[in-house]
């Protein structure tokens, strides 16, 4: 719902997340990286501050993929995520 609310702001906005655990399965971690995606996307959305959201690869992929798509969004930083080297 929430996210549904922020993809209808047609005025900029930025969204901090600051170690919010999105959850420990791949599955969740996809979906949480598809809905942040789907803001990125959505036009509205300045900055995007990630902080040690457990997203790994599985959520960051989409929100990478959706940057070459990103209207709005002219700051992206992510910290403390794990990689596979």
């Not at 702001?9 to 791949?26: A, C, I, Q, S």
């Not at 990478?64 to 910290?79: C, I, P, W």
Request: proline share 2%; hydrophobic share 45%; charged share 15%.
């Amino acid at each position: 719902m929430v996210l549904a609310a922020l993809a209808a702001r047609t005025t900029p906005f930025k969204l901090t997340l600051d170690r919010n655990h999105v959850g420990e399965t791949l599955a969740q971690r996809l979906t949480a990286g598809t809905q942040l995606a789907q803001l990125i996307t959505a036009g509205g959305l300045e900055t995007l501050q990630l902080y040690g959201c457990n997203l790994g690869e599985a959520g960051l992929a989409p929100i990478f993929e959706a940057l070459s798509r990103a209207t709005q969004l002219s700051k992206l930083s992510v910290f403390s995520e794990e990689l596979s080297r």
